[in-house]
Every structure is written in structure tokens, then in C-alpha cells.
């Protein structure tokens, strides 16, 4: 009697049905990570816990946005369709820094959440720290220097807008 045969189509499925399996619980544990209130919640507690590191003592808007004034300016605040011209330095909460310009000009409607709440909150003349949870970033896409789901910094000096 020859094994052989046996053992060969056991070794061929054994292999597809372990593949198979894996590829199932790949599939449900990416399920999970993907709820948008618990990345919130999460990035949430990286915020609060950066803060507490660095000793930081920033404001939350409900927009989920952080934001630190370090200098006050002149009282006169821009809106979510202005036009801001500022400097701003963007990092990740390791420290790398993935974005930097001086005298930038955008509309905020063309930018990104964290940008469009945070931004507001600052007064012409002034400069700051914004810490955005990642939906109000870049998401779970991320981009070429920035990944997917990850908490950004903006040192950044408002300085002017209309």
C-alpha cells in the first residue's frame, strides 16, 4: 500500500485551509480597528497623554481639536471660510516633523478638519499649538509622509487673514 498519495493531498490542503483561516482572522480583527469612535477615543488618550508628558496644558474644543495659546494677539479671530496666511511647523507625536512652511496662505475651506476648527480659535498675531485626533487630519489613508491614523501637531503663528 503506498502513503504517499495520502500524505501529498494532506500536505496541499492543510496549507490552502491554514491560509484560508488566517486570511478570516486578518479580515475580523481588521473589522474592529477600523470604528471611528474608538481611533477618536484612542487618539484622544495620546493627546491628553503628550500633553501630560510635555506639560501642556491646552484647551479641547468640541471639535475634538487641542489647542495651546503661547501668544496672545490682536482680538480679531478668522472664520472657517477665511483666507490665513501664517507659519506652522507639522509633526507627528514622535517628534518628526513631516511639514513646515513661513508665510503659507490657504483658504481653510480647502484644508483639513483639524485646520478648519483649530485655526479659528487663534486671533490674528498670535501663535499656538493645534493637536488633532487623526479623523480631523489625514484619516485612516494617511499620506506619503504621514500615517494612517496618526495625531498631528501644528506649531503654528497666525499671521494675518481675511
Known amino acids: 500500500m503506498n502513503c504517499f498519495p495520502i500524505m501529498k493531498k494532506i500536505s496541499i490542503l492543510n496549507p490552502?485551509?491554514?491560509?484560508?483561516?488566517?486570511?478570516v482572522v486578518f479580515l475580523f480583527a481588521a473589522c474592529g480597528s477600523d470604528d471611528p469612535e474608538k481611533i477618536a477615543?484612542?487618539?484622544?488618550?495620546?493627546?491628553?497623554e503628550y500633553l501630560e508628558k510635555n506639560n501642556l496644558d491646552a484647551i479641547e474644543h468640541e471639535s475634538g481639536v487641542f489647542y495651546l495659546v503661547t501668544?496672545?494677539?490682536?482680538?480679531?479671530?478668522?472664520?472657517?471660510?477665511?483666507?490665513?496666511?501664517?507659519?506652522?511647523?507639522?509633526?507627528?507625536?514622535s517628534g518628526k516633523e513631516f511639514d513646515g512652511q513661513n508665510n503659507a496662505q490657504f483658504n481653510l475651506q480647502n484644508?483639513?478638519?483639524?485646520?478648519?476648527?483649530?485655526?479659528?480659535?487663534?486671533?490674528?498675531?498670535?501663535k499656538g499649538i493645534l493637536l488633532m485626533p487623526s479623523g480631523l487630519g489625514y484619516g485612516p489613508n494617511g499620506t506619503y509622509t504621514i500615517p494612517p491614523n496618526a495625531v498631528l501637531i501644528?506649531?503654528?503663528?497666525?499671521?494675518?487673514?481675511?
Open 41 to 48: 477615543a484612542k487618539d484622544r488618550e495620546k493627546i491628553i
Open 111 to 126: 484644508t483639513i478638519l483639524g485646520f478648519r476648527y483649530g485655526l479659528p480659535l487663534f486671533d490674528k498675531g498670535s
Open 71 to 93: 501668544k496672545e494677539g490682536s482680538s480679531t479671530f478668522p472664520t472657517q471660510n477665511s483666507t490665513v496666511r501664517l507659519n506652522y511647523t507639522g509633526k507627528l507625536l
Open 154 to 162: 501644528f506649531e503654528i503663528e497666525l499671521i494675518d487673514f481675511n
Open 16 to 23: 490552502v485551509k491554514w491560509l484560508a483561516m488566517l486570511a
